[in-house]
């Protein structure tokens, strides 16, 4: 296996470090702030296929390999969370299954607008009563004809707010739950549609977190994303993919917060000595080395496998249950080495510290990674 990062990566990463240092950081904080989704920056990324990282070059996308798409995740994480967010739903749980299981219509009528970001994507999973257990989905699509008509709530919308396209996780037979579930594909201009109360959240507050309502929501029957009681098939696989882009977005918030840390601690003195002479500082910064280093090679390998057309699942779920867990501990990490600054609002390591929390719940929960891991190992032969 080659650890070494190709020319293609390194350029990726480079680029997308200036685009990100030179558009975002300067309002990183000022969004979080105002929870503020900041329209201009997207449409900066526009002509540089940020909403097309891993699309066909046909749809108007990148074409992206998976490992440059995490780094291009991680480095508009590293300055802002909630914009790396917004790119990593919208690529990989919106444009993903439509690229996957779309159909050619449905491809060539939503691809071209999301790639070129005129349509910010969303998937709407999580309701009330559901959320780990997807079981739990009370949302209901009931053919009518040639349309479907759909009733349900769903909550913690990432990209809800603006979302031009949402695909809905819907149940065709609400008594047999397990075959009749399907993923529809609802357009903001969709009668019955309509975007509800914006979440007041902790962190990530630059991205508008809100509830879908459909109310008698009627969509063609061509918006069927595959086919009817394939939806958990479908839903499964588009949560492998969106666990690489939540633990690149995680890396990157690790990422932000070391590097904070280490200039810090070259900066600040006490004892008339800088931090960084101190070995209690530099075990802490040692620790956070390697634990990125650690969550980058588990993220990679996910990457390679799903590059390489192999399973991924469970190597995604690592990665996304670690690369969450160290971004929760090396932001705690960096509060601590800041001290008093590092709790106050005009250093990053207060809005990285916020920002990592959610990375362990999104996109399933630690317990579920764990969940998926465990399947995965206790199912290998020996």
């Not at 070494?4 to 990183?28: D, Q, S």
């Not at 994507?121 to 989905?137: K, W």
């Not at 759909?150 to 603006?162: A, D």
Request: hydrophobic share 40%.
């Amino acid at each position: 296996m080659d650890l070494n990062p190709c020319m293609k990566h390194k350029a990726v990463r480079k680029a997308v470090r200036m685009f990100a240092e030179a558009e975002i950081a300067p309002i990183a904080h000022d969004i979080d702030r105002d929870a503020r989704f900041p329209w201009e920056i997207v449409e900066k990324m526009k002509p540089l296929h940020f909403f097309g990282l891993q699309a066909p070059e046909d749809y108007g996308g990148a074409g992206m390999d998976t490992i440059s798409y995490a780094i291009a995740i991680e480095e508009i994480s590293r300055v802002s969370g909630a914009m790396g967010l917004c790119l990593t739903v919208h690529n990989g749980v919106a444009v993903y299954p439509i690229v996957r299981f779309g159909t050619e219509e449905q491809k060539n009528r939503l691809l071209p607008a999301m790639t070129r970001g005129d349509r910010i994507g969303a998937f709407c999973l999580t309701e009330s009563n559901a959320g780990s257990d997807a079981g739990g989905v009370e949302t209901t699509a009931i053919r009518d004809g040639k349309e479907y008509v759909i009733n349900g709530t769903k909550i913690f919308v990432t990209n809800g707010g603006v979302c031009g396209v949402a695909l809905i996780f819907a149940l065709t037979d609400p008594q047999n739950p397990q075959r009749s579930a399907g993923v529809f594909i609802v357009e903001k201009e969709s009668p019955g549609f309509s975007v509800g109360e914006k979440e007041d959240l902790c962190g990530m507050r630059a991205n508008p977190v809100s509830s879908l309502v459909l109310d008698d929501c009627r969509v063609p029957e061509t918006n069927l994303l595959g086919r009817s009681g394939n939806g958990i098939k479908i839903a499964l696989e588009t949560l492998d993919t969106g666990r690489i882009g939540i633990a690149a977005q995680a890396l990157g918030l690790a990422q932000a917060a070391f590097e904070d840390s280490v200039r810090y601690a070259k900066e600040r003195q006490q004892f008339k000595k800088p931090l960084s002479s101190f070995q209690s500082i530099q075990n802490y910064l040692a620790d956070m080395a390697t634990e990125i280093d650690a969550g980058r090679l588990l993220l990679y390998r996910a990457c390679a496998l799903k590059d390489a057309g192999r399973p991924f699942g469970a190597e995604a779920a690592m990665a996304k249950l670690y690369c969450s867990a160290l971004a929760t501990r090396v932001t705690n990490t960096a509060v601590q080495i800041h001290g008093g600054y590092g709790y106050s609002k005009e250093y990053g390591v207060e809005r990285y510290f916020r920002d990592a929390k959610v990375t362990e719940i999104y996109e399933g929960t630690s317990e579920i990674q764990r969940l998926v891991i465990s399947r995965a190992v206790l199912a290998q032969r020996t």
